[in-house]
């Protein structure tokens, strides 16, 4: 229970980060569309991971698992973050 525990905290903390750095972020709509579906696919693979063999906590496949689903969560609100201040700057877009 304290292992989900830390992880929905590392989610929160990897989704604030994202909101902070999107300012510095310069996708066109193409590549945030492509980076949208790639981190959702990163994200399914990460949650997959540990049931095709066994992930014991603090082995690489954990670790593997762990990281590839963070990362996958910063890409995914970034993007999407991205995404409200392009509608917001330009109405058409979306």
Same mark, same amino acid.
């Given at each position: 229970m304290s292992v989900l525990i830390v992880q929905? /905290?590392? =989610?929160?903390v990897v989704i604030n980060v994202a909101?902070?750095?999107r300012?510095?972020?310069t996708w066109a709509l193409q590549q945030l569309r492509w980076r949208l579906w /790639?981190? =959702?696919v990163g994200i399914?693979?990460?949650l997959v991971l540990p049931t095709l063999g066994p992930a014991q906590p603090g082995s690489p496949l954990a670790l593997l698992s762990?990281?590839?689903t963070l990362y996958s969560v910063f890409v995914l609100s970034k993007a999407l973050y991205r995404k409200i201040d392009l509608k917001r700057s330009m109405p058409g877009v979306g």
């Open positions: 929905v /905290l590392l =989610i929160l909101r902070t750095r300012k510095k972020t /790639l981190s =959702i399914v693979i990460g762990i990281a590839l």
